[in-house]
């Protein structure tokens, strides 16, 4: 069982930056593919980025490239979500994700969510 909580939330001006955490409980961590997910009001669950592994190459929304990074520290048990240059349009709950072994865009584990608010 993993346990996944988001931090680091909050309204933050167009053009501006945010970094989000991801705590993870359990000695497995460096087991999961980590990714995270977005929701805006009456949209759906949108895939923004993921390691395709424990570590190493990545997978990004065309809509955040270039402005979002992944990381992650597995001493620490903990994801990160640098985001950069942030629109008006990345408005949403962001959501933290963990995948056994490797990345199919079907998480085993979800974290509550962190609402992210850019104002234009």
């Known amino acids: 069982q993993v346990q996944l909580v988001e931090s680091g939330g909050g309204l933050v001006e167009a053009g501006g930056s945010l970094r989000l955490s991801c705590a993870a409980s359990?000695?497995?961590?460096?087991?999961?593919?980590m990714g995270w997910f977005r929701q805006a009001p009456g949209k759906e669950r949108e895939f923004v980025v993921a390691?395709?592994?424990?570590?190493?190459?990545?997978y990004y929304a065309d809509s955040v490239k270039g402005r979002f990074t992944i990381s992650r520290d597995n001493g620490k048990n903990t994801e990160y979500l640098q985001m950069n240059s942030l629109k008006p349009e990345d408005t949403a709950v962001y959501y933290c994700?963990?995948?056994?072994?490797?990345?199919?865009?079907?998480?085993?584990?979800w974290g509550q969510g962190t609402q992210v608010t850019v104002s234009s």
């Open positions: 359990g000695r497995t961590f460096s087991s999961y593919a």
């Open positions: 390691f395709r592994w424990s570590g190493g190459s990545t």
């Open positions: 994700a963990a995948e056994r072994d490797y990345w199919t865009g079907t998480p085993d584990y």
